[in-house]
């Protein structure tokens, strides 16, 4: 069924009784042409672009849970192209241009606001970085504003802008970023996929990856066997325990990274603003939640919850920046499991396995990254060759010496 | 979460720096860059119980091996890197590709 507003009115006039479900259940068939492991936003866009790019259709998503039951469900929903390296730059440059087409492509509301990001500085030198942030942002094509103390109190006038440890500088404002509504982007990829033909298996836990020869032949579920001559791991979170599968350890580091929302408020947060130095960004939902977070917890963890240590390390980064946020109530946290490379940056690559894919090591960056990462994986799966915005994000980089730090950390799965 | 520090006793986790996973135990040969490699970068990211380095920065500044469960996080065991390296020295680096 194609959406659109008259749907929306004829189907009210008659008490709503036509929606239909937005997907198939189908039972898995015995064989595929190409199995995608994992129904999160990354898995469904790039079975949706198999489908849409490269006419593959007789193809499945296993997911041993429901869809976007993953990460794509708890995440803080920012979508922003603000990198400098080459290599991630032009990769989120096409993300966000596919952002801004979604809504059309899927038809799907998936409440996508550029309502811009606005990133803090405190000091003379980390207004050079902004500077030079910038000006690379601009040389990509996409857009980006320096603004100074004044025009960051026009914008955002209830930071405090007076405090002695933190002082505001100016900001970089990047006007075409913005927010999503999360959960809205799997269930729109994963309507498009099922549309086109795609099987979306929930409730279907892949137990083995069989391997012949070098080569992948199908995987072992909980639904039993099902052959596909190319199977893509995209399971960011659980990579390493997929990827043990087939007998590989991949370099990366589960973290968990916690969340929090405030109870509902009337709009007060018009953009996405983060706060570098406190490791405290903030946005508003459009129901009026305050979403807030920090950094990781910093030691490997799989618990889909935090330690109190970061809960009390973001307030007290939220009340330094605006202390009018004491007055709202948090209503819940959470935390999801990230998987952290020693660089900073994703896994889009083939594997020493034949036929055998991996998109994974998104660290706490991979919801903006879902439609060029489906993009991406789904032209490696397609046609064996890495697609160009992606090329740098190779699984052997590490090895190479050719790594992706963005924020010049080092080689240490925490510190990104 | 709270770590047992064997000279300190129970302390808050927020004493304690995480470096990372046993593998930065091992010695990789000099030369060997597939040893360097699973050293720094390669990890089993086990769900369940693991054997992680920390160091106790805000305390004896100990370097501690921590047995302990990445999904409740329960710890079962803390021991100093001193006691243990002989035999983590021996442990065999897997490479990363099947």
Redesign the interface.
């Known amino acids: 069924m194609r959406y659109s507003g008259l749907k929306v009115i004829t189907q009210g006039l008659f008490g709503n009784k036509g929606w239909g479900p937005a997907w198939r259940n189908p039972a898995p068939k015995p064989e595929y042409d190409a199995i995608i492991i994992g129904g999160g936003g990354h898995g469904l866009a790039t079975a949706f672009y198999l489908a849409k790019n490269h006419g593959l259709t007789n193809i499945a998503v296993l997911e041993k849970g429901h869809i976007g039951s993953g990460n794509i469900g708890r995440n803080t929903t920012i979508v922003r192209a603000n990198y400098v390296l080459p290599g991630n730059s032009e990769f989120y440059s096409h993300s966000l241009k596919l952002w801004e087409q979604m809504e059309t492509e899927l038809n799907y509301n998936v409440m996508h606001s550029q309502r811009g990001v606005i990133n803090l500085f405190h000091s003379d030198g980390q207004r050079d970085a902004a500077v030079r942030r910038g000006n690379a942002m601009i040389n990509q094509g996409d857009d980006a504003e320096l603004l100074d103390r004044e025009g960051v109190r026009a914008l955002v006038p209830y930071l405090d802008f007076e405090q002695t440890r933190f002082p505001i500088y100016g900001g970089l404002h990047h006007k075409r970023g913005g927010t999503a509504r999360h959960d809205a982007v799997a269930w729109g990829y994963a309507r498009g996929a099922d549309m086109r033909g795609v099987d979306l298996i929930q409730n279907c836990e892949v137990t083995g990856i069989d391997i012949e020869g070098g080569r992948v032949v199908g995987v072992q579920t909980t639904r039993g066997a099902i052959r596909a001559r190319k199977v893509g791991m995209v399971v960011a979170g659980r990579s390493g325990q997929v990827a043990a599968m087939a007998g590989m350890r991949l370099p990366i580091e589960s973290h968990v990274l916690q969340a929090f929302v405030t109870e509902g408020l009337k709009p007060i947060i018009d953009q996405v603003v983060t706060f570098g130095m406190g490791h405290f960004y903030i946005s508003q939902s459009d129901k009026g939640g305050l979403v807030f977070g920090g950094d990781i917890d910093f030691y490997a963890s799989y618990a889909s919850r935090g330690n109190l240590p970061m809960v009390e390390h973001v307030m007290e980064a939220g009340m330094t920046l605006m202390p009018m946020i004491g007055r709202a109530k948090v209503l819940r946290s959470w935390g999801g499991i990230m998987d952290m490379t020693p660089d900073g940056s994703p896994i889009i690559d083939k594997t020493p396995v034949e036929g055998l894919f991996v998109d994974a090591g998104w660290n706490y960056g991979g919801f903006k990254a879902v439609p060029a990462s489906g993009w991406c994986m789904a032209h490696l799966m397609a046609t064996g060759e890495t697609h160009a915005v992606a090329s740098k994000f190779r699984l052997d980089r590490f090895r190479t010496g050719h790594l992706l730090d963005e924020e010049g950390t080092g080689s240490q799965h925490n510190l990104h | 979460?709270r770590i047992t520090c064997p000279l300190c006793g129970p302390r808050?986790?927020?004493e304690f720096y995480?470096?990372?996973?046993e593998d930065y135990l091992t010695q990789p040969e000099v030369g060997d860059?597939?040893a360097v490699?699973?050293q720094?970068?390669?990890?089993?990211?086990?769900?369940?119980r693991?054997r992680?380095v920390?160091y106790h920065e805000a305390g004896c500044a100990s370097w501690l091996v921590v047995t302990r469960d990445?999904?409740?996080?329960a710890v079962e065991k803390v021991e100093l890197v001193a006691n243990v390296k002989g035999i983590l020295a021996k442990t065999k680096l897997?490479?990363?590709?099947?």
């Open positions: 979460m808050d986790r927020r995480y470096y990372g996973s860059l597939d490699d699973a720094l970068h390669l990890r089993d990211n086990v769900a369940g693991v992680d920390w990445t999904v409740s996080h897997k490479g990363g590709a099947a």
